[in-house]
């Protein structure tokens, strides 16, 4: 049994619907979605009038839908192309520097590792890097080894010496001049 107030209304009072603009009593009669409070029969997909509360659910200008409806039936609106296959995405989003992809497809340029919540770079040329690939790819060389100047382990940044507009490694770098 549900407790009341002296008006006789119950004491779980969430605010008015979002919907109907009613107000949304009850324990279990209420949801929240978009921050905003649903009657739960009242957040419903504006196509096939499913129940929604709990399920995946996509809002369009203001218009709330069911998964299915979503996909399927032309409602949705211009569809995501992903960038490395070029074929439709259905699913989860992923985007890097105003390109969409699918997590398959998200991986890094050359170790082709899964970047899908891993830190990534995208270098001049547009492609997605690991971070660690990138500074193997993208580094400068040291003029006196001529090795790529990379950051020590654990680090993510790389430490040179700039002298006359020449890099090297802190351990490279010396006086070339022999003294007599």
């Given amino acids: 049994m549900e407790e009341m107030d002296t008006s006789g209304r119950s004491k779980f009072y969430f605010g008015n619907c979002a919907k109907c603009s009613e107000e949304v009593h ?26 929604l509360q709990g399920k995946p659910f996509y809002s369009v200008t ?12 032309g409602v949705h609106p211009s569809p995501e192309v992903c960038y490395s296959c070029g074929q439709l995405i259905e699913d989860m989003v992923l985007q890097a ?17 899964s970047l899908e919540n891993v830190p990534f770079t995208v270098g001049t040329d547009t492609k997605v890097y690991c971070v660690s ?20 382990e654990g680090c993510t940044e790389s430490i ?5 507009n020449k890099n ?11 003294f007599v």
Avoid at 62 to 73: A, K, R, V
Avoid at 168 to 178: K, L, N, Q, T
Wanted: with cysteine.
């Fill in 26 to 51: 009850g324990a279990g009669k209420a949801c929240r979605a978009m921050g905003q409070i649903f009657h739960e029969t009242c957040f419903t997909c504006c196509v096939c009038s499913q129940r």
């Fill in 62 to 73: 203001g218009m709330i839908y069911c998964e299915e409806d979503f996909l399927h039936s």
């Fill in 97 to 113: 520097h105003g390109k969409s992809y699918h997590s398959a497809c998200f991986h890094c340029a050359v170790c082709r590792r």
């Fill in 133 to 152: 690939d990138y500074h193997k790819v993208k580094a400068t060389c040291c003029a006196a080894c001529n090795k790529p100047i990379l950051p020590t």
């Fill in 160 to 164: 040179r010496v700039v002298s006359f």
């Fill in 168 to 178: 090297y490694h802190a351990d490279c770098y010396g006086c070339d001049v022999d």
